[in-house]
């Protein structure tokens, strides 16, 4: 089965910049979507950015202006470009990809911002 899996994550002070990369492990077929979404300790996971397959992007408010999700030239990749980063975007960051049958997650990179 196709595996999705990130890298990137690290510790970082504020103000400063990481790229996270996702790949997955084989070619996946029909995908209507890839996406980042993070989860902090005691809260829910939520949505960080996400690219259609024609390239359309949309970002949470909270990161509009800051990061910045992109395609690889082989369609079974994503990166998210992470800018000015606040002790808030302290996360779990997991990569996602919705195909037409089935949806897959990364186990997630973490990524601690120090004040």
């Known amino acids: 089965q196709v595996q999705l899996v990130e890298s990137g994550g690290g510790l970082v002070q504020a103000g400063g910049s990481l790229r996270l990369s996702c790949a997955a492990s084989?070619?996946?077929?029909?995908?209507?979507?890839m996406a980042w979404y993070r989860q902090a300790p005691g809260k829910q996971r939520d949505l960080v950015a996400i690219?259609?397959?024609?390239?359309?992007?949309n970002y949470a408010d909270s990161v509009k202006g800051r990061f910045t999700i992109s395609r690889g030239n082989a369609k079974n990749t994503v990166y998210l470009q992470m800018n000015s980063l606040k002790p808030d975007d302290t996360a779990v960051y997991h990569c996602n990809a919705r195909l037409i049958s089935t949806t897959l997650w990364g186990k997630g990179t973490l990524v601690t911002v120090s004040s």
């Open positions: 690219i259609t397959d024609g390239g359309t992007t």
């Open positions: 084989g070619t996946i077929f029909n995908v209507n979507h």
